[in-house]
């Protein structure tokens, strides 16, 4: 099949991209600019890569056409977060594609009811990121339920090679991994059994490959894709001292003294990830799609964090 992948030199798209080659499909990268993938792949060579400006074509209404007119049987959108956006190529697209795969989040849960949680479990989200990615699920359903092929992945917390996980403390700071390593004190907030989901990749590129070759199971779903179980912070931070031979050095603090010790970017990721505590489980995708992830949610992180190591080395 021809199939048109948007945003194709991201964190998936790195992935998922070579797979659709190595598949025999025809690929199509969009992309804004001329930005590599994270990391290299021969496969690169055999796609054709277009640049389009989508927050440009919105703005003038040209970026359904510009889509529609490469004729792709399946189009991947792996960065919409705008309803209006997701309305925009459902009108562009209807009857011209086979298949439409959005990517979404776990984040549309909002704060789980039940541990773990399917996909059936209520649409409660807070913050803008997870009300808008609700919004575009449900008008997606909707469409498919009137004709669009379209289908939904919810991803959790991606890693993988070229950019830092989400770490033990629920933040982006690398110096928690690097304190760990050391024996040092690492502060976590609360009882540290808050959960984090995270996801390699390539096993969400591997997910979007079966949704694309199975549509007959995938139109009208929405599907979690993650590692099969969450990890608590402090059995996470536990895990990543042990890589180094080390016993983590860990201090439980409340929160409202906790997040006196970061700073307000961390702390407003760390609560973010805290409230949600994921726990969603992937037995649909598993069953319907053959999904199997290759990683635990720590082993992703210490996939991504080697590499990065090893890359520092050269």
């Keep these: ?8 030199t991201g964190h998936i798209g790195t992935y998922l991209i070579p797979r659709l080659v190595r ?12 930005r590599e993938p994270y990391h290299t792949a021969a496969e690169w060579r055999d796609v054709q ?9 919105e703005h003038d209404g040209s970026f359904g056409s510009s889509i529609a007119s490469l004729s792709a049987d399946v189009v991947v959108d792996l960065i919409c977060f705008e309803p209006r956006s997701a309305l925009h190529l459902i009108g562009a697209l209807r009857d011209r594609v086979s298949h439409f795969l959005h990517c979404g989040t776990l984040w549309v849960h909002g704060v789980p009811r039940s541990r773990p949680h399917d996909e059936t479990a209520p649409r409660e989200p807070f913050g803008a990121y997870g009300i808008k990615k609700a919004e575009i699920e449900r008008l997606l359903i909707e469409a498919a339920d009137d004709g669009f092929p379209a289908c939904v992945l919810h991803p959790g917390h991606i890693t ?28 976590l907030p609360d009882d540290g059994e808050a959960t984090l989901q995270h996801v390699h990749a390539d096993d969400v590129a591997q997910a979007f490959e079966l949704a694309i070759e199975k549509p007959n199971a995938a139109t009208g779903e929405s599907f979690h894709i993650a590692a099969r179980e969450p990890v608590t912070m402090k059995r996470y931070a536990e895990e990543v001292a042990s890589w180094h031979d080390r016993e983590a050095n860990l201090d439980f603090l409340p929160w409202e003294k906790w997040r006196t010790t970061v700073g ?31 990683y635990t949610a720590v082993g992703a992180v210490r996939d991504a964090m080697s590499r990065a190591s090893a890359a520092g080395a050269e």
Excluded: Y
Excluded at 1 to 8: E, L, R, T, Y
Excluded at 270 to 292: I, N, V
């Design 1 to 8: 099949m021809k199939i048109a992948v948007i945003g194709a």
């Design 23 to 34: 598949a025999g499909h025809e690929v199509v990268a969009i992309s804004r600019g001329a």
């Design 49 to 57: 890569r277009v640049q389009i400006d989508r927050e440009r074509e």
């Design 160 to 187: 993988g090679r070229g950019w830092i996980p989400i770490n033990p403390a629920g933040n982006l700071d690398v110096s928690v991994f690097e304190r760990l390593a050391q024996g040092e004190k690492v502060n």
């Design 264 to 294: 307000e970017r961390d702390a407003a990721l760390t609560f973010d990830h805290m409230k949600h505590s994921p726990c969603a489980s992937t037995a649909k995708a598993e069953a319907l799609l053959g999904f199997e992830p290759r």
